[in-house]
T-cell receptor, first 117, second 112 residues
């Protein structure tokens, strides 16, 4: 149980285009989803926290107009990188939490590698 | 939550040897969690140890927690090539937490 999928697993796009990444909880309802970004050989940096049906909370330094997050259902959150540029190339990972445990255990997706040319 | 600081940053050992990684943190915790990340992949939750526990086992993994020293260690016994990965520790404070903050992790390489 507690499986989280991401789609696509990798994407290459041209500079200036927008890319949408999906994060789905397959066998549980995720009241909260998180989006992380990871540059090569670096740690995961939290970008935003998204609760179903409400606006995402962005971490300091993350542009909300550039990284659009939608959490319209309890099993799906999307991250759209708008007007992508080469510096947005990174590994994007989502995680999901059911919120049913005190420690709010998070289950991670396999990640999406974005390359912007 | 707060960031755990892993040590060493990189560790390279021979297959079959044991690997030990350490984690230090600063404030009181409810629990501490270890995650593994294979290169270019998502994270896998390995083990969670609560503040009132001192040691926990899961297969070849052994985690210890010393709340007086605010430190934890992850021991992987009889290492295998597939253990090559980055390992991260994350702590959850006594208030509980939604977001996790990751440290730089320990990059473990198992040489055949």
């Amino acid at each position: 149980g507690a499986v989280v999928s991401q789609h696509p697993s990798w994407v290459i796009c041209k500079s200036g285009t927008s890319v949408k990444i999906e994060c789905r909880s397959l066998d549980f309802q995720a009241t909260t989803m998180f989006w992380y970004r990871q540059f090569p050989k670096q740690s995961l940096m939290l970008m935003a926290t998204s609760n179903e049906g409400s606006k995402a909370t962005y971490e300091q330094g993350v542009e909300k107009d550039k990284f659009l997050i939608n959490h319209a259902s309890l099993t799906l959150s999307t991250l759209t990188v708008t007007s992508a540029h080469p510096e947005d190339s990174s590994f994007y990972i989502c995680s999901a939490s059911s919120g049913l445990t005190f420690y709010n255990e998070q289950f991670f997706g396999p990640g999406t590698r974005l390359t912007v040319l | 939550s707060q960031q755990g600081e892993e040590d060493p940053q990189a560790l390279s050992i021979q297959e079959g040897e044991n690997a030990t990684m350490n984690c230090s943190y600063k404030t009181s915790i409810n629990n501490l969690q270890w995650y593994r990340q294979n290169s270019g992949r998502g994270l896998v939750h390995l083990i969670l140890i609560r503040s009132n526990e001192r040691e926990k086992h899961s297969g070849r993994l052994r985690v210890t927690l010393d709340t007086s020293k605010k430190s934890s260690s992850l021991l992987i016994t009889a290492s295998r090539a597939e253990d090559t990965a980055s390992y991260f520790c994350v702590t959850v404070g006594i208030q509980g937490a939604q977001k996790l903050v990751f440290g730089q992790g320990t990059r473990l390489t198992i040489n055949p």
